[in-house]
């Protein structure tokens, strides 16, 4: 008669060594998605305060425009009210000026902002 026999051999106690390891890394994990959602928050906040940025600056290049249209209707104003005796040639030179610094600051906001 043939005997044969299978054995197994696992520790009855093991210090709790292999559950200090799985509760390792399920800490592990879960440190590592709060931080993956604050990466995200970040991104999404700055990607927020990009385009508000560029809004604002677009905001700013249509006003300085407009500002640039009414100097041009002025001086065109004072120019043909100037050939009409009404207005001095002071005073004509004076908003020519005016229009020339405004295109001045538009154009500096345009470089500066990269918006056109």
Request: aromatic share 6%; no cysteine; proline share 1%.
């Amino acid at each position: 008669m043939r005997r044969s026999s299978a054995g197994w051999s696992f520790p009855l106690y093991q210090g709790g060594s292999e559950y200090a390891k799985i509760r390792q890394s399920k800490e592990m994990t879960g440190q590592k998605r709060l931080s993956l959602e604050a990466v995200r928050k970040l991104a999404r906040a700055t990607v927020v305060q990009a385009w508000s940025a560029v809004t604002a600056t677009r905001s700013q290049v249509d006003s300085v425009q407009a500002q640039v249209n009414a100097a041009e209707f002025a001086v065109e104003s004072v120019r043909r009210e100037f050939g009409a005796g009404q207005h001095s040639t002071l005073e004509l030179l004076t908003v020519q000026q005016e229009l020339l610094n405004t295109r001045m600051r538009a154009s500096a906001l345009v470089m500066l902002s990269g918006i056109e």
